[in-house]
């Protein structure tokens, strides 16, 4: 079973609206993180937001959100006045084993979704 | 800080030939890891390393083999490159612990195709 899903493969969004990307995560690990990553067509991978599987508020970085909802298992980024350069795709991880000590902290990924942003 | 850098940048190789791609970090992190990327799969772990002189597998690590000798240095290795490692290629870096702050860096990434 996959432990990251993104349902949407692509997104369109006009210039200064919102959009929120799903993802939803399967573990049965307590302690975890999410990320989401930005990877603009030129390639290099651009951490966005973190939110911890034990934080009580959801995460907000900018014009980035993180609608965490953790009985649901999902982590949805909500980017709030979107701009042209939003256009790019969008990674959400997870690594598990947060607080517990001795883990390798790697992340597992899901496929992404390519966000284009309309003027 | 030059962050994580990777070398080379691009590569072709002939099936059977053997690269090693070079990983390099500034950040005096302890973890280490080698991802690939494919369209429509996004990135998988190939190997990482909790540490100098350690290196574990990870979730696609058949065909790669890696060494950590120095702190800073994480290489991987073809030793007979297929066309099935045709991929783009990413280092990444993170200190040994948890928690916010205490992302991945990652690398500007390799893109190698295997012909």
């Known amino acids: 079973a996959q432990k990251i899903t993104q349902t949407q493969p692509g997104m369109f969004v006009q210039e200064k609206e919102a959009v929120t990307l799903d993802c939803t995560y399967d573990?049965?690990?307590?302690?975890?993180?999410l990320f989401w990553y930005k990877q603009p067509s030129s390639g290099e991978m651009i951490f966005l937001i973190y939110?911890?599987?034990?934080?009580?508020q959801n995460a907000t970085e900018g014009r980035y959100s993180l609608n965490f909802q953790k009985a649901r298992k999902s982590a949805n980024l909500v980017i709030s006045a979107s701009q042209l350069g939003d256009s790019a795709m969008y990674f959400c991880a997870m690594r598990e084993g947060e607080y517990s000590g001795g883990s390798n902290y790697k992340l597992t990924f899901g496929k992404g979704t390519l966000l284009t942003v309309n003027p | 800080n030059a962050g994580v850098t990777q070398t080379p940048k691009f590569r072709v190789l002939k099936t059977g030939q053997s690269m090693t791609l070079l990983c390099a970090q500034d950040m005096n992190h302890e973890y280490m890891y080698w991802y690939r990327q494919d369209p429509g799969m996004g990135l998988r772990l190939i190997h990482y390393?909790?540490?100098?002189?350690?290196?574990a597998k990870g979730e696609v690590p058949d065909g790669y083999n890696v060494s950590r000798l120095k702190k800073q240095n994480f290489l991987l290795g073809l030793e007979s490159a297929a066309p099935s490692q045709t991929s783009v290629y990413f280092c990444?870096?993170?200190?040994?612990?948890?928690?916010?702050?205490?992302?991945?860096?990652f690398g500007p990434g390799t893109r190698l195709t295997v012909l």
């Open positions: 990444a870096s993170s200190y040994e612990v948890g928690g916010a702050y205490n992302e991945q860096f």
């Open positions: 390393s909790v540490g100098e002189g350690t290196t």
């Open positions: 573990t049965s690990d307590p302690s975890y993180g």
């Open positions: 939110q911890g599987s034990y934080d009580q």
